[in-house]
Protein backbone atom coordinates (compact mmCIF):
# COMPACT_ATOMS: atom_id res chain seq x y z
CA UNK A 1 0.00 0.00 0.00
CA UNK A 2 2.72 2.27 1.03
CA UNK A 3 5.48 0.73 -0.93
CA UNK A 4 5.92 3.83 -2.99
CA UNK A 5 6.64 5.89 -0.49
CA UNK A 6 8.78 4.07 1.57
CA UNK A 7 10.97 3.21 -1.71
CA UNK A 8 11.26 7.12 -2.31
CA UNK A 9 12.55 7.50 1.21
CA UNK A 10 15.18 5.04 0.56
CA UNK A 11 16.04 6.90 -2.24
CA UNK A 12 15.99 9.86 -0.89
CA UNK A 13 18.30 8.32 2.24
CA UNK A 14 20.50 6.83 -0.46
CA UNK A 15 20.75 9.95 -2.47
CA UNK A 16 21.81 12.31 0.90
CA UNK A 17 24.25 9.63 2.07
CA UNK A 18 26.16 9.69 -0.95
CA UNK A 19 26.07 13.39 -1.41
CA UNK A 20 27.53 13.67 2.20
CA UNK A 21 30.26 11.33 1.99
CA UNK A 22 30.84 13.59 -1.66
CA UNK A 23 31.06 16.76 0.74
CA UNK A 24 33.67 14.77 2.99
CA UNK A 25 36.20 13.71 0.67
CA UNK A 26 36.00 17.23 -0.20
CA UNK A 27 36.37 18.50 2.90
CA UNK A 28 39.76 16.29 3.43
CA UNK A 29 41.06 16.98 0.02
CA UNK A 30 45.08 18.85 0.48
CA UNK A 31 43.82 21.96 -1.06
CA UNK A 32 41.27 22.48 1.94
CA UNK A 33 43.87 21.38 4.81
CA UNK A 34 45.82 23.89 2.94
CA UNK A 35 43.79 26.32 3.14
CA UNK A 36 42.04 25.27 7.05
CA UNK A 37 45.78 25.50 8.10
CA UNK A 38 46.46 28.88 6.71
CA UNK A 39 43.31 30.14 8.74
CA UNK A 40 44.84 28.61 11.51
CA UNK A 41 47.94 29.84 10.98
CA UNK A 42 46.32 33.62 10.86
CA UNK A 43 44.20 33.61 13.58
CA UNK A 44 47.29 32.37 15.79
CA UNK A 45 46.14 28.86 15.87
CA UNK A 46 49.20 27.24 15.36
CA UNK A 47 49.93 23.71 17.08
CA UNK A 48 46.66 22.62 14.86
CA UNK A 49 48.24 25.15 11.62
CA UNK A 50 51.54 22.74 12.29
CA UNK A 51 49.52 19.60 12.18
CA UNK A 52 47.96 20.73 9.09
CA UNK A 53 51.05 21.56 7.14
CA UNK A 54 52.48 18.76 8.30
CA UNK A 55 50.02 16.74 6.48
CA UNK A 56 50.36 18.45 3.08
CA UNK A 57 54.07 18.10 3.26
CA UNK A 58 54.25 14.36 3.27
CA UNK A 59 51.80 14.51 -0.17
CA UNK A 60 53.74 17.52 -2.03
CA UNK A 61 57.40 19.81 -0.96
CA UNK A 62 56.68 23.41 -0.14
CA UNK A 63 59.10 25.82 1.00
CA UNK A 64 56.55 28.23 2.01
CA UNK A 65 54.90 25.46 4.47
CA UNK A 66 57.98 24.29 5.81
CA UNK A 67 59.46 28.20 6.54
CA UNK A 68 55.13 28.68 7.91
CA UNK A 69 55.88 25.73 10.20
CA UNK A 70 59.28 27.31 11.50
CA UNK A 71 57.83 30.42 12.14
CA UNK A 72 54.84 29.34 13.94
CA UNK A 73 56.94 26.91 16.37
CA UNK A 74 58.66 30.85 16.91
CA UNK A 75 55.19 32.48 18.06
CA UNK A 76 54.96 28.92 19.85
CA UNK A 77 58.45 29.79 21.90
CA UNK A 78 59.50 26.29 20.73
CA UNK A 79 62.69 27.84 19.84
CA UNK A 80 65.05 24.87 19.04
CA UNK A 81 62.28 23.27 16.77
CA UNK A 82 62.15 26.60 15.23
CA UNK A 83 66.41 26.83 14.92
CA UNK A 84 66.30 23.82 13.37
CA UNK A 85 63.32 24.39 10.70
CA UNK A 86 64.96 27.25 9.60
CA UNK A 87 68.47 25.72 9.39
CA UNK A 88 66.96 23.24 6.84
CA UNK A 89 65.76 26.44 4.93
CA UNK A 90 68.72 27.91 4.40
CA UNK A 91 69.43 26.59 1.01
CA UNK A 92 65.97 27.05 -0.24
CA UNK A 93 66.08 29.87 -3.49
CA UNK A 94 62.59 31.28 -2.43
CA UNK A 95 63.06 31.33 1.52
CA UNK A 96 66.98 31.11 1.87
CA UNK A 97 67.93 34.61 3.13
CA UNK A 98 64.57 35.07 5.31
CA UNK A 99 65.09 31.63 6.85
CA UNK A 100 68.74 32.68 7.89
CA UNK A 101 67.16 36.25 9.46
CA UNK A 102 64.72 34.23 11.13
CA UNK A 103 66.99 31.67 12.29
CA UNK A 104 68.96 34.41 14.48
CA UNK A 105 65.70 36.22 15.70
CA UNK A 106 65.05 33.10 16.99
CA UNK A 107 68.59 32.65 19.03
CA UNK A 108 67.74 36.14 20.31
CA UNK A 109 63.94 35.90 21.42
CA UNK A 110 65.70 32.42 23.25
CA UNK A 111 68.13 34.71 25.06
CA UNK A 112 71.18 32.75 23.26
CA UNK A 113 73.03 36.28 22.17
CA UNK A 114 76.02 34.77 22.36
CA UNK A 115 75.13 32.34 20.23
CA UNK A 116 73.68 34.65 17.74
CA UNK A 117 76.55 37.36 18.11
CA UNK A 118 78.74 34.32 17.46
CA UNK A 119 76.75 33.03 14.32
CA UNK A 120 76.78 36.16 12.82
CA UNK A 121 80.44 36.71 12.72
CA UNK A 122 80.96 33.19 11.38
CA UNK A 123 79.04 33.66 8.68
CA UNK A 124 79.92 34.98 5.48
CA UNK A 125 77.31 34.54 3.15
CA UNK A 126 74.58 37.14 5.19
CA UNK A 127 72.91 39.10 2.06
CA UNK A 128 72.81 43.06 2.88
CA UNK A 129 68.74 43.07 2.58
CA UNK A 130 68.78 41.26 6.04
CA UNK A 131 72.23 43.04 7.57
CA UNK A 132 70.25 46.07 8.28
CA UNK A 133 67.76 44.05 10.05
CA UNK A 134 70.11 42.21 12.45
CA UNK A 135 72.30 45.32 13.41
CA UNK A 136 68.40 46.37 14.55
CA UNK A 137 68.31 42.84 16.28
CA UNK A 138 71.78 42.93 17.89
CA UNK A 139 71.30 46.93 18.97
CA UNK A 140 68.15 45.71 21.10
CA UNK A 141 69.77 43.32 22.86
CA UNK A 142 71.52 45.62 24.36
CA UNK A 143 68.73 47.15 26.01
CA UNK A 144 68.28 43.59 28.00
CA UNK A 145 71.73 43.59 29.04
CA UNK A 146 72.54 44.92 32.52
CA UNK A 147 75.69 47.11 31.34
CA UNK A 148 74.96 50.75 30.38
CA UNK A 149 75.02 51.57 26.62
CA UNK A 150 78.40 53.26 25.41
CA UNK A 151 77.46 54.95 22.29
CA UNK A 152 74.20 55.90 21.98
CA UNK A 153 74.73 57.48 17.98
CA UNK A 154 75.73 54.05 16.88
CA UNK A 155 72.81 52.19 18.84
CA UNK A 156 70.18 54.73 17.33
CA UNK A 157 71.81 54.12 13.84
CA UNK A 158 70.06 51.15 11.97
CA UNK A 159 66.43 52.78 13.09
CA UNK A 160 64.12 55.02 11.45
CA UNK A 161 63.50 58.18 12.89
CA UNK A 162 59.86 57.22 14.50
CA UNK A 163 61.36 53.81 15.61
CA UNK A 164 64.38 55.67 17.37
CA UNK A 165 61.99 58.23 18.91
CA UNK A 166 60.23 55.30 20.53
CA UNK A 167 63.43 53.24 21.25
CA UNK A 168 64.76 56.52 23.39
CA UNK A 169 62.06 55.90 25.66
CA UNK A 170 63.42 52.58 26.83
CA UNK A 171 66.56 53.94 26.65
CA UNK A 172 66.68 56.43 29.28
CA UNK A 173 64.64 54.82 31.09
CA UNK A 174 67.66 51.93 31.06
CA UNK A 175 69.94 54.89 31.71
CA UNK A 176 68.00 55.81 35.17
CA UNK A 177 66.66 52.80 36.29
CA UNK A 178 65.44 53.54 40.28
CA UNK A 179 67.62 50.94 41.58
CA UNK A 180 68.45 50.80 45.52
CA UNK A 181 72.00 50.58 47.01
CA UNK A 182 72.25 47.49 49.43
CA UNK A 183 75.12 49.14 51.18
CA UNK A 184 73.50 52.43 51.80
CA UNK A 185 70.04 50.31 52.92
CA UNK A 186 72.23 47.74 55.85
CA UNK A 187 73.64 51.26 56.74
CA UNK A 188 70.23 53.05 57.13
CA UNK A 189 68.87 49.78 59.34
CA UNK A 190 71.91 49.97 61.51
CA UNK A 191 71.44 53.51 62.26
CA UNK A 192 67.92 52.94 62.81
CA UNK A 193 65.85 49.38 62.84
CA UNK A 194 63.53 49.59 59.81
CA UNK A 195 64.75 52.74 57.87
CA UNK A 196 66.32 50.39 55.52
CA UNK A 197 63.49 48.54 54.73
CA UNK A 198 61.50 51.85 54.36
CA UNK A 199 64.36 53.14 51.77
CA UNK A 200 63.56 50.15 49.87
CA UNK A 201 59.88 50.94 49.79
CA UNK A 202 58.93 48.38 52.05
CA UNK A 203 56.93 50.52 54.40
CA UNK A 204 55.38 47.70 56.91
CA UNK A 205 58.46 45.87 57.60
CA UNK A 206 59.86 48.77 58.37
CA UNK A 207 57.64 49.70 61.31
CA UNK A 208 57.68 46.12 62.01
CA UNK A 209 61.54 46.02 62.23
CA UNK A 210 61.36 49.29 64.04
CA UNK A 211 58.57 47.96 66.81
CA UNK A 212 59.68 44.58 67.26
CA UNK A 213 63.81 45.87 68.26
CA UNK A 214 62.61 48.57 70.45
CA UNK A 215 60.06 46.73 72.17
CA UNK A 216 62.85 43.74 72.65
CA UNK A 217 65.62 46.89 73.90
CA UNK A 218 62.99 48.21 76.26
CA UNK A 219 62.50 44.70 77.97
CA UNK A 220 66.29 44.32 78.09
CA UNK A 221 67.06 47.78 79.56
CA UNK A 222 63.66 47.18 81.80
CA UNK A 223 64.80 43.83 83.09
CA UNK A 224 68.15 44.87 84.05
CA UNK A 225 67.43 47.72 86.03
CA UNK A 226 64.74 45.44 88.11
CA UNK A 227 68.16 43.05 88.78
CA UNK A 228 66.74 40.45 86.63
CA UNK A 229 69.77 40.00 85.04
CA UNK A 230 69.15 36.21 82.94
CA UNK A 231 65.86 38.07 81.28
CA UNK A 232 68.06 40.83 80.45
CA UNK A 233 70.17 38.81 78.51
CA UNK A 234 67.78 36.92 77.04
CA UNK A 235 65.97 39.96 75.66
CA UNK A 236 69.26 41.71 74.84
CA UNK A 237 70.81 38.39 72.87
CA UNK A 238 67.12 38.66 71.03
CA UNK A 239 67.13 42.46 70.57
CA UNK A 240 70.55 42.38 69.14
CA UNK A 241 69.59 38.97 66.80
CA UNK A 242 66.62 40.55 65.06
CA UNK A 243 68.51 43.79 65.03
CA UNK A 244 71.50 41.90 62.85
CA UNK A 245 68.81 40.05 60.65
CA UNK A 246 67.10 43.53 60.26
CA UNK A 247 70.39 44.96 58.50
CA UNK A 248 70.61 41.81 56.75
CA UNK A 249 67.45 42.17 55.18
CA UNK A 250 67.45 45.67 54.51
CA UNK A 251 70.18 44.94 52.17
CA UNK A 252 68.54 41.89 50.78
CA UNK A 253 65.78 43.86 50.07
CA UNK A 254 67.25 46.44 48.11
CA UNK A 255 67.87 43.46 46.00
CA UNK A 256 65.06 42.40 45.39
CA UNK A 257 63.99 45.89 45.00
CA UNK A 258 66.54 46.14 41.95
CA UNK A 259 65.64 42.72 40.54
CA UNK A 260 62.07 43.61 40.60
CA UNK A 261 62.96 47.12 38.43
CA UNK A 262 64.63 45.36 35.92
CA UNK A 263 62.30 42.37 35.50
CA UNK A 264 59.52 45.44 35.04
CA UNK A 265 61.78 46.87 32.83
CA UNK A 266 62.44 43.73 30.65
CA UNK A 267 59.02 42.98 30.90
CA UNK A 268 57.69 46.51 29.41
CA UNK A 269 60.16 45.79 26.84
CA UNK A 270 59.62 42.76 26.09
CA UNK A 271 55.55 44.07 25.18
CA UNK A 272 56.63 46.37 23.37
CA UNK A 273 58.99 45.22 20.97
CA UNK A 274 56.62 42.51 20.36
CA UNK A 275 54.07 44.87 19.63
CA UNK A 276 56.25 46.68 17.02
CA UNK A 277 57.15 43.15 16.06
CA UNK A 278 60.90 43.63 16.99
CA UNK A 279 60.90 46.20 13.99
CA UNK A 280 61.28 43.52 11.80
CA UNK A 281 58.04 42.33 10.33
CA UNK A 282 57.79 39.11 9.08
CA UNK A 283 54.43 37.63 10.05
CA UNK A 284 52.22 40.18 8.11
CA UNK A 285 54.32 38.32 5.37
CA UNK A 286 51.28 35.76 5.03
CA UNK A 287 48.59 36.89 7.10
CA UNK A 288 46.62 40.24 5.89
CA UNK B 1 10.22 -10.55 1.51
CA UNK B 2 11.88 -7.95 3.87
CA UNK B 3 10.26 -5.99 5.88
CA UNK B 4 10.43 -2.69 4.27
CA UNK B 5 10.27 -1.14 7.76
CA UNK B 6 13.49 -2.54 8.58
CA UNK B 7 15.23 -0.81 5.95
CA UNK B 8 13.81 2.55 6.71
CA UNK B 9 14.98 2.03 10.68
CA UNK B 10 18.22 0.82 9.48
CA UNK B 11 18.99 4.06 7.97
CA UNK B 12 17.42 5.90 10.78
CA UNK B 13 19.17 4.43 13.31
CA UNK B 14 23.05 5.38 12.49
CA UNK B 15 22.09 9.01 12.58
CA UNK B 16 20.25 8.84 15.66
CA UNK B 17 23.83 7.01 17.05
CA UNK B 18 25.58 10.31 15.93
CA UNK B 19 23.11 12.02 17.46
CA UNK B 20 23.75 10.74 21.00
CA UNK B 21 27.56 11.50 20.51
CA UNK B 22 26.87 15.20 20.22
CA UNK B 23 24.75 15.25 22.99
CA UNK B 24 27.18 14.12 25.82
CA UNK B 25 29.33 16.83 25.29
CA UNK B 26 26.44 18.88 27.59
CA UNK B 27 26.06 16.90 30.08
CA UNK B 28 26.80 18.31 33.73
CA UNK B 29 29.83 18.30 34.87
CA UNK B 30 30.80 17.76 38.93
CA UNK B 31 33.04 20.64 40.22
CA UNK B 32 34.39 20.41 43.90
CA UNK B 33 34.83 23.44 45.17
CA UNK B 34 37.52 21.96 47.83
CA UNK B 35 40.84 24.00 48.24
CA UNK B 36 43.56 20.95 47.48
CA UNK B 37 46.27 21.15 49.93
CA UNK B 38 49.39 19.53 48.02
CA UNK B 39 51.75 20.74 50.82
CA UNK B 40 52.34 18.34 53.58
CA UNK B 41 54.71 18.02 56.43
CA UNK B 42 57.45 16.35 56.00
CA UNK B 43 59.36 14.80 59.03
CA UNK B 44 62.47 14.19 57.14
CA UNK B 45 66.34 14.94 58.60
CA UNK B 46 68.27 17.04 56.42
CA UNK B 47 71.80 15.68 56.11
CA UNK B 48 73.46 17.92 53.50
CA UNK B 49 75.31 19.18 56.57
CA UNK B 50 76.08 19.48 60.31
CA UNK B 51 74.22 22.40 60.70
CA UNK B 52 71.32 21.50 58.44
CA UNK B 53 71.18 18.26 60.91
CA UNK B 54 70.88 20.37 63.91
CA UNK B 55 68.23 22.82 62.63
CA UNK B 56 66.07 19.90 60.64
CA UNK B 57 65.84 18.29 63.94
CA UNK B 58 64.51 21.34 65.82
CA UNK B 59 62.42 21.94 62.90
CA UNK B 60 61.11 18.18 63.60
CA UNK B 61 60.73 18.97 67.58
CA UNK B 62 58.86 22.05 66.72
CA UNK B 63 56.39 20.08 63.86
CA UNK B 64 56.20 17.64 66.55
CA UNK B 65 55.44 19.50 69.65
CA UNK B 66 53.68 22.89 68.16
CA UNK B 67 52.74 22.97 64.47
CA UNK B 68 51.01 19.58 64.73
CA UNK B 69 48.43 20.84 66.86
CA UNK B 70 48.34 24.71 66.08
CA UNK B 71 47.90 24.08 62.28
CA UNK B 72 49.20 25.32 58.95
CA UNK B 73 48.94 28.99 60.18
CA UNK B 74 52.01 30.10 58.53
CA UNK B 75 51.33 32.86 55.57
CA UNK B 76 54.58 32.13 53.27
CA UNK B 77 55.47 28.81 51.22
CA UNK B 78 57.82 27.64 51.74
CA UNK B 79 56.90 27.98 55.45
CA UNK B 80 59.01 30.26 58.21
CA UNK B 81 60.63 26.40 59.87
CA UNK B 82 61.15 25.21 56.13
CA UNK B 83 62.75 28.31 55.32
CA UNK B 84 65.33 28.38 57.80
CA UNK B 85 66.42 24.77 57.04
CA UNK B 86 66.44 25.39 53.60
CA UNK B 87 68.10 28.90 54.15
CA UNK B 88 70.88 27.51 55.93
CA UNK B 89 71.08 24.56 53.58
CA UNK B 90 71.79 27.39 50.10
CA UNK B 91 74.19 29.43 52.53
CA UNK B 92 75.36 28.60 56.05
CA UNK B 93 74.38 28.81 59.53
CA UNK B 94 75.06 32.13 59.65
CA UNK B 95 73.66 34.07 56.67
CA UNK B 96 70.97 31.36 57.31
CA UNK B 97 70.03 32.62 60.67
CA UNK B 98 70.62 36.31 59.85
CA UNK B 99 67.82 34.92 56.69
CA UNK B 100 65.58 33.77 60.05
CA UNK B 101 65.04 36.56 61.90
CA UNK B 102 63.99 38.73 58.38
CA UNK B 103 61.30 36.50 57.93
CA UNK B 104 60.51 36.37 61.05
CA UNK B 105 60.46 40.13 61.50
CA UNK B 106 58.62 40.09 57.94
CA UNK B 107 56.37 37.60 59.07
CA UNK B 108 55.15 39.81 61.82
CA UNK B 109 54.25 42.66 60.04
CA UNK B 110 50.39 43.22 60.02
CA UNK B 111 50.58 45.07 56.24
CA UNK B 112 51.65 42.91 54.16
CA UNK B 113 49.85 41.80 51.78
CA UNK B 114 49.14 41.12 47.44
CA UNK B 115 51.20 44.10 46.61
CA UNK B 116 54.54 42.57 48.03
CA UNK B 117 54.55 38.91 47.60
CA UNK B 118 52.74 36.29 44.48
CA UNK B 119 50.64 34.09 45.56
CA UNK B 120 51.85 30.32 45.50
CA UNK B 121 49.31 27.58 44.77
CA UNK B 122 48.82 26.70 48.02
CA UNK B 123 47.20 29.76 48.22
CA UNK B 124 50.15 31.57 50.56
CA UNK B 125 52.59 33.96 49.85
CA UNK B 126 55.22 32.91 48.03
CA UNK B 127 58.58 34.02 49.14
CA UNK B 128 61.66 31.75 48.43
CA UNK B 129 64.79 31.78 49.90
CA UNK B 130 66.87 33.05 47.15
CA UNK B 131 65.00 36.30 47.24
CA UNK B 132 67.32 36.84 50.33
CA UNK B 133 70.59 35.35 49.69
CA UNK B 134 72.54 38.50 48.08
CA UNK B 135 72.25 37.11 44.82
CA UNK B 136 73.89 39.03 42.10
CA UNK B 137 71.09 40.79 40.07
CA UNK B 138 71.23 39.11 36.76
CA UNK B 139 71.30 35.52 38.83
CA UNK B 140 68.13 36.88 40.72
CA UNK B 141 66.22 37.87 37.69
CA UNK B 142 67.10 34.58 36.15
CA UNK B 143 65.50 32.83 38.71
CA UNK B 144 62.61 35.06 39.18
CA UNK B 145 61.44 34.68 35.68
CA UNK B 146 61.75 30.91 35.92
CA UNK B 147 59.68 31.16 38.88
CA UNK B 148 56.93 32.87 36.59
CA UNK B 149 57.25 29.96 33.76
Known sequence: MNSPLITRFIFLFVFLSLINAQDKNGYFSLENRLKFGNFLFCKGDYIRAIDEYNF???????????????????KLERYDESENSFKELFTSQQFGSEAKFEYFKTLYLSDKFETMHKRIADDSFIESSISDKLKRLYNLKHLYSSKSIEDSSKFFQPF????????????????????????????????????GKVYTENYGDGITAFLLTGVLTFLAIDNFNADHNFRGWLFTTLAAYFYAGNIYG?????????????????????LFLNKNNHFSSNSNLFCK | MINK?????????????????????????????????????????????????????????????????????CPFHPSCSAFFVEAVERTNILQGSLMFADRFTRDMNFFKGYHSYSIHSTGKFFDPVYNYELLPTKNLVELKKSENE
Open chain 1, 250 to 270: SAASAVLFNANVRMNFDSDLT
Open chain 1, 56 to 74: VLTKQNNDTLKFKIALAYQ
Open chain 2, 5 to 73: NVIVIIFLFPLLLFGQVETNKWQTHKIDYQLSVPQKKEYILNTANLSTVVISSAQIVYYSLFSEYDGDN
Open chain 1, 160 to 195: NQNESIELLKFYVRKQNLDNKSPALAAVLSAIIPGL
